[in-house]
């Protein structure tokens, strides 16, 4: 019965139709020269936050600078979320999940690369 019980309650959490999914906030700054920053939540759960940064400007070293987060709730109801940085050194991703959850292994290898 309880394990009845756990899988109503997660269906139930989780929009019935995709297309009832609202966004809860929306926030973006962009310069248009040297920095930007956005920020949004939807009513499933999901978010997503990111800042980037022009370094070394004017040089041939000139990049971007990138580091954020984003976070979904799976079918299983646990949280997932990827922090990570992307600049001179490729995507470097870190994967944490709520409580009862586990990454397979499968995702954490397409993500390290």
């Known amino acids: 019965q309880f394990v009845i019980v756990a899988l109503v309650a997660v269906a139930s959490a989780?929009?019935?139709?995709?297309?009832?999914?609202?966004?809860?906030?929306?926030?973006?700054?962009?310069?248009?020269?040297?920095?930007?920053?956005?920020a949004w939540e939807l009513s499933d759960g999901s978010k997503h936050q990111?800042?980037?940064?022009?370094?070394?400007?004017?040089?041939?070293?000139?990049?971007?600078s990138?580091?954020?987060?984003?976070?979904?709730?799976?079918?299983?109801?646990?949280?997932?979320t990827v922090t990570y940085i992307a600049d001179e050194n490729g995507f470097q991703p870190q994967i944490q999940q709520g409580a009862g959850g586990a990454i397979p292994p499968a995702v954490i290898a397409s993500l390290v690369g």
């Open 14 to 38: 989780a929009p019935q139709n995709p297309q009832d999914v609202q966004i809860l906030r929306y926030d973006s700054n962009n310069d248009g020269l040297n920095a930007y920053d956005f």
């Open 50 to 64: 990111e800042q980037g940064q022009l370094k070394n400007q004017g040089t041939e070293n000139e990049a971007i």
């Open 66 to 80: 990138v580091q954020g987060q984003y976070s979904w709730v799976a079918p299983d109801g646990i949280t997932y």
